[in-house]
């Protein structure tokens, strides 16, 4: 389980076709190298991934994952920066809603505006029947960052985003047209589900 709470970075050292996926070896901190395990969890961009190896290299901390998809080995790739964080521990305070680190879609970039101080605004375009359940100030995640729908269109989400979650994560560095990996609380999500299934039934 994840909160969206971003507090590292990593970048690719990396990519690697195995059988039918992708080995991708990340660059991280020596402190988020020295605090993790093997075979423990680490949300990447907002998909929770399996650390399968660890090395130094260097001056490099690296840690071993494996993409089954094409699609997302793709998006990765050149990339500069991935949002980073290891799944919550007992005991850990917990401000929010919790993440699963499975995306319920992608959206899309369509628009960005700088905000005085540093900030700013961004539109994503996300054709899904989840739309229709979300509402403004509900919160989401955008790769892997906890962030509050500011307004709504017909099928776009608006976010204002404050000076440092830009510095500390990759949502400023997001061309146009570019996606973000978006996943609503599950709790929404599984209400969504249920609904659907008496409307077919």
Known sequence: MFTGIIQQTGKIYQINLEGSGYDLILDVSPTLYDEVEIKSNI????????????EIA???Y????????????AQYQGQKKFN??????????IAGPLFYG???GDCQLISTENLSGGGIKIEVSWESEFFQYLDIKDQVCLDGVLLII????????LFDIYPETVNLTNLGEKEIGGYFAIEID????????ILAKKILS
Not at 45 to 53: E, W
Not at 150 to 157: E, G, Q, T
């Open 186 to 193: 599950p709790m929404v999500k599984k209400i969504a589900q």
């Open 62 to 73: 690296l840690l071993k994952f494996y993409l089954g998809s094409a699609k997302v080995a």
């Open 102 to 104: 499975v995306p319920s």
């Open 58 to 60: 260097g001056e490099f």
């Open 150 to 157: 500011k307004d709504m269109r017909k099928s776009s989400l």
């Open 43 to 54: 949300s990447l961009n907002g998909r929770a991934l399996t650390i399968l190896g660890k």
């Open 84 to 93: 980073l964080e290891r799944s919550i521990r007992l005991g850990e305070e």
